[in-house]
């Protein structure tokens, strides 16, 4: 696709004037002011000048002046200049008409060459490189060695002193600002009094003005340094530039992610029109455009190293505290806590935050996705995370009810998979849901639904988490690390893992050992042979398996996985009246809810029954992971996590290392 230029009609009668941008062609009508009776024509032109004749072949061939070309509708004439002009109209084109009469009827053109052109990062080197334009600006496309600009959405705070994003308000706080922006850089190269009658118009569509906002670098020593030229409201933008050679500089903010309404595509356009006679409106001469898409918002999975870890201080969880601060040292990673008075007596990390990032070739900061649960955590994000270089992005729904599963316990993503011939090199997010809509069903709301599909790179998969109380898919379900394979394991909750190992340790002789020892709340203790016996408890169990088969069938189809990527996680589960429904819980603490810190693991404490000195349920566990090179330190979160319906993976958040593999080169 060209830039777009008009169409030049040239008349015997009278000279025309016409404008011609360096690096376009502009059709010349020949055929309609043709006189009467003239069958053929010639073209003459200055050396600046660059002439096309397409689709016939010329009557007559002249090795030493112009050749003749018949008068035929179907023949299209262009013409395009080497150089800009010194001055208005300094290039001439003739046109000599041929017919029954001896002398040729002519018609002339005055050109007057420009440069016009706008530029942007197309090349994703993260730098602007100002060349003549070419149709690569105006079309986006994904995948290695493509083409096109980005932009990232200005959601963190540079400024200390304000109270939201930078994208809330129309000034730049600093160079930090300008950073988060795209620069694009608009070239001209004029006659010097070309701008007395010709107008430069820089725009974009109404439909999407309110998702971008650009600035002008004005030069001098002004108050204000950069103006706000396009934006909410602001569609369009007079330039008032300099005749001869110059450059704008203008930044460019997004001002929304991706979403159900908008697919992430933003054109910024500039036109020249024609304003020579103020009696009459003006007209367009030529425009140029720059596609920028708005960079997506990219979650992190448990194989990428982490960074920070994110814990709340609670009334009864000093114990867990220093156990997790132990875990963090040893993973060598940076461990904030938020103290009680600050989290309002609500210790559910996860379920408040999703901590994943934007980027551009220019630029990458971690973006905090915050859940509408709004709890006592909810004022954490805004005021703990987001600052310099730190974003933030919720979606708040305007219809329907916040449920459980609008937590972000229910929000995981995989590592990378391949599925048959499609790859998904961010991985795929994995969100809960029911199995089917009914009065009694929860689903994660429609309008996060949307935004993390329309993010596009780590399409979304739907699990069945609404079988359990809480109803969240990190309550069967986590991802670690592995040097082997695909890199990673899956692993799964498995009752029926469970009651083999209990099984095996009652022939061994073992069926008096208790779970549950060691508690100091008075729990009450399990033999291993009491819960085998216990035939209501193996009905739940049976039914809780069947719920993570249908996942694991799914997880299997969606993610390209095989049985031997996936390692059963030994546990039980208990189903109990939920408004007049029952919903499984967690029997024992829910192991498979661990925190993965790159080969080190925080597991919830099982409390299994002791043979040997040694927890089963641990024992178990070490076993199936240690051989991938994982270490695994059991945490008790039993008062202060489990008996409240949470393990450590729901009292935790982790910031990660962002992919090394860049967004844009997916292969849609």
Known sequence: MMAQGAVICVDPDRPTYAVCVLGTESQVDVFSSAPNGCTSFSINASPE????????????????????????????????????????????????????????????????????????????????????????????????????????????????????????????????????????????????????????????????????????????????????????????????????????????????????????????????????????????VFQDSVIFRVAPWIMTPNTQPPKEVYVCSTFENENFLKSLTALAKKAKCKLTICPEEENNSDQWMQDEIEIGYIQAPHKTLPVVFDSPRNRGLKDFPLKHLLGPDFGYVTRAPKAGMITGLDSFGNLEVSPPVTVGEKEYPLGRILIGSSSYPSQDSREMHQTLQDFLAAQQVQAPVKLYSDWLGVGHVDEFLSFVPAQDGKGFRLLLASPRACYKLFQELEKEGHGAALLFEGIKTGKTKKKIENILSNKKLRE??????????????????????????????????????????????????????????????????????????????????????????????????????????????????VRRQPFSFKWWNMVL
Request: with cysteine; charged share 25%.
């Open 49 to 284: 000048v660059l002439v096309n004749v397409a689709h016939f072949s010329p009557l007559k061939k002249n090795p030493t002046g112009p050749s003749k070309w018949p008068l035929d509708p179907r023949l299209e004439v262009t013409v395009g200049m080497k150089a800009s002009s010194s001055s208005t109209s300094d290039q001439k084109v003739q046109i000599s008409y041929y017919g029954l009469k001896a002398q040729p009827v002519k018609a002339l053109l005055y050109l007057t060459g420009v440069e016009i052109s706008l530029h942007a990062d197309i090349n994703r080197t993260g730098k602007v490189k100002p060349t003549r334009a070419t149709s690569h600006q105006r079309t986006w496309t994904w995948g290695p060695h493509k083409h096109g600009a980005i932009l990232l959405v200005n959601c963190d705070k540079d400024n200390p002193k304000s109270s939201t994003t930078d994208l809330k308000d129309d000034v730049v706080q600093g160079s930090k600002d300008l950073q988060d922006m795209s620069m694009m850089i608009l070239s001209t190269e004029t006659p010097k009094d070309f701008f007395t009658k010709y107008r430069l118009m820089l725009h974009v569509a109404k439909s999407e003005m309110d998702k971008v906002r650009v600035f002008y670098a004005k030069r001098g020593k002004s108050p204000s340094k950069y103006m706000t030229v396009l934006g909410p409201q602001q569609p369009s933008h007079d330039l008032k530039l300099p005749g001869g050679r110059h450059s704008a500089t203008f930044y460019v903010e997004g001002l929304a992610f991706p979403d159900v309404d908008f697919p992430g595509l933003i054109s910024l356009s500039v036109s020249l029109l024609d304003a020579s006679n103020p009696e009459m409106p003006e007209v367009p």
């Open 540 to 653: 739940h169990n049976s039914y809780a398996e069947r719920c993570i088969d249908w996942n694991r069938e799914v997880l299997k189809q969606e993610l390209g996985l095989e049985e031997g990527d996936i390692i059963d996680i030994p546990q039980l589960y208990q189903l109990k009246d939920n408004k007049g429904v029952l919903k499984a819980e967690a029997f024992f603490p829910n192991m498979v809810n661990m925190l993965v810190l790159g080969k080190y693991l925080g597991i919830p404490k099982p409390f299994g029954p002791i043979i040997n000195g040694h927890c089963c349920l641990e024992e178990k566990v070490r076993s199936l992971l240690e051989p991938l090179g994982l270490h695994c330190t059991f945490i008790d979160d039993f008062i202060s996590y489990h008996m409240l319906h949470g393990e450590v993976h729901c009292g935790t958040n």
